[in-house]
Nanobody, 123 residues
Framework: VQLQASGGGLVQDGGSLRLSCAAS????????MGWFRQAPGKEREFVAA????????AYADSVKGRFTISRDNARNAVYLQMNNLKPEDTAVYYC?????????????????WGQGTLVTVSS
């Protein structure tokens, strides 16, 4: 499975961005898609996840109410709509896919990773 993330960029405090992740290859083995982020000098952290079959979602507390994860199974794509962005959201954002069934926040549970897209929020 190959994952290609896109949509990052520079945005002002309070602005919005929409990230996309296109999956290809043996996508039928994946059950959960997730977004993670890693800021400079920090560990990779969970942002959001969605179960491909029924759309059940999970979010990190820090993004609840601001970010929305969605999927389009026909296009093998997952999206992350990010609103009311803050400088602390600045990070490289990665999409990931898991063959497991839980909307897991542990990056070790994800089998496939995209290359990352940089989001920079200026104050």
């Amino acid at each position: 499975v190959q994952l290609q993330a896109s949509g990052g960029g520079l945005v002002q405090d309070g602005g919005s961005l929409r990230l996309s992740c296109a999956a290809s290859g043996r996508t039928f083995v994946t059950n959960v898609m997730g977004w993670f982020r890693q800021a400079p000098g920090k560990e990779r952290e969970f942002v959001a996840a969605i179960r491909r079959s029924n759309g059940i979602t999970a979010y990190a507390d820090s993004v609840k109410g601001r970010f929305t994860i969605s999927r389009d199974n026909a296009r093998n794509a997952v999206y992350l709509q990010m609103n009311n962005l803050k400088p602390e959201d600045t990070a490289v954002y990665y999409c990931a896919a898991s063959t497991g069934y839980g909307t897991n926040s542990d990056p070790a549970q994800y089998n496939y990773w995209g290359q990352g897209t940089l989001v920079t929020v200026s104050s």
